[in-house]
Nanobody
Framework: QVQLVESGGGLVQPGGSLRLSCSAS????????MDWYRQAPGKQRELVAR???????NYADSVKGRFTISRDNARNTMNLQMNNLKPEDTAVYHC???????????WGQGTQVTVSS
């Protein structure tokens, strides 16, 4: 049974930081590309950051220079360090795993991030 479990969300003031984690089980984590998506109320889900199985990263323009994605294949975890948070970063953040050749993909339930004073 595949499980992706996010943690680390919460309420933070503008300019603050949070670190999200995604813990994976039931998959061979190292062969999956891993992503963070977010969905704000009334908006479509958007890709925030991706780290490929080879370690390459890319980011949405809105978070470049503020967010850093990383992975630890030995621990089957992926992290998102979010600095200088803004109110527009408020959303539910979802972990996503995709095997790039066959296309299997899985979603976590999400963790709420709220940036507000």
């Amino acid at each position: 049974q595949v499980q992706l479990v996010e943690s680390g969300g919460g309420l933070v003031q503008p300019g603050g930081s949070l670190r999200l984690s995604c813990s994976a089980s039931g998959i061979i984590f190292s062969i999956f590309d891993m992503d963070w998506y977010r969905q704000a109320p009334g908006k479509q889900r958007e890709l925030v950051a991706r780290i490929t199985r080879g370690g390459s990263t890319n980011y949405a323009d809105s978070v470049k220079g503020r967010f850093t994605i990383s992975r630890d294949n030995a621990r089957n975890t992926m992290n998102l360090q979010m600095n200088n948070l803004k109110p527009e970063d408020t959303a539910v953040y979802h972990c996503h795993a995709e095997e790039p050749i066959v296309g299997f993909n899985y979603w976590g339930q999400g963790t709420q991030v709220t940036v507000s004073s």
